[in-house]
């Protein structure tokens, strides 16, 4: 009896908390500042808008504006790690969002939703273990090819499986990127060998923060690793934080600016993201995410 008076009132908050993650935080844009002291002595700052995961659909209105008025920041750079579009006519609204930000040096990566149109899935799934393990072999069927010439044609440097240079804030940048690591399109061979030692800045990018690729941009002497995919965890714990990463990172490094490997020399960012899988809209403890890197000088060396 006890049992079933309680069922309404647990509904109740079943359906409110679905209603805050899926309608509230979903679209309670933040974002984040952090400070990087990665720079020689006497350099900087160089301001980078780290943007990420934004998985547009057209009329994702408010994400849209929200994303346009980070040009206010007045970036030096814009990095962009993939998973950007979730619908075939979304690259439109993508550079529409983007606006004035493709007119700054910018770089970018692709994920794999950007290749593949989300399907319907059980979203305990996600909980469950690494979304790769179930995508059927296919070919991809959203408009990548468009959305990656689009974002070079606005002079973007594509780094999937590339390496680059480029002038931002008056830094020469050594850039390099892998292609989605988590479906296992990185070719790290193509890219590999020390990061030019000549650069006021050696940047590697990449869409799944997988430790294989990591470490390896690391021992290649890069200094700052941008990537995005875990969405932070997405559905997070209070007081706990992410439950899965959905790759090879750890749990502590879901999101946010970590040493990497822990006590080393490169540092490492992991966007928690602006968007969700059209088929999971829901973000709770882990509001979508974009950040302002001003990187410093070192405070030693
Ligand atoms: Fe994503």
Redesign the pocket.
């Known amino acids: 009896m006890r049992v079933r008076a309680l069922l309404p009132v647990t509904a109740a908050a079943g359906a409110a908390v679905l209603g805050y993650a899926g309608i509230v935080e979903r679209n309670w844009f933040a974002l984040r500042r952090l400070e990087i002291p990665v720079l020689a002595p006497g350099t900087g700052p160089l301001r980078i808008l780290h943007i ?2 934004t ?1 547009l659909t057209p009329g994702r209105t408010r994400l849209q504006s929200w994303i346009r008025s980070l040009e206010d920041l007045d970036p030096h750079l814009v990095v962009n790690t ?2 950007s579009i979730a619908h075939p006519e979304a690259v439109g609204y993508l550079l529409d969002a983007l606006g004035p930000l493709l007119r700054r040096p910018g770089v970018f990566v692709l ?3 950007d290749l593949f149109a989300p399907e319907p899935f059980n979203p305990a799934y996600y909980l469950l273990g690494p979304s790769s393990i179930r995508r059927t072999e296919k070919a991809p069927d959203l408009p990548w090819e468009k959305l990656r010439d689009e974002m070079a044609a606005a002079g973007w440097l594509d780094l999937d499986n590339r390496r680059g240079k480029l002038t931002a804030g008056g830094l020469d940048v050594a850039v390099a990127g892998v292609g989605d690591a988590h479906i296992k399109r990185d070719r790290y061979a193509e890219i590999a060998g020390p990061a030019d030692p000549a650069a006021d800045l050696r940047l590697a990018v990449t ?1 799944s923060p997988e430790p294989r690729v990591l470490d390896q941009f690391a021992a290649d002497g890069y200094d700052l690793l941008l990537a ?4 932070g965890g997405q559905l997070c714990l209070p007081g706990y934080g992410a439950i899965v990463t959905n790759c090879g990172i750890d749990r502590e490094r879901v999101r946010g600016l970590h040493r990497y490997p822990a006590g080393g020399p490169a540092w490492l960012h992991v966007s928690a ?1 602006l ?3 059209p088929w999971a809209p829901a973000r709770f403890a882990c509001r979508p995410e974009a950040s302002l890197l001003t990187l410093i000088p070192r405070t030693s060396g």
């Open positions: 990420s995961d998985h993939g998973d994920g794999s939703n869409h995005g995919h875990t969405h993201g968007g969700t899988s």
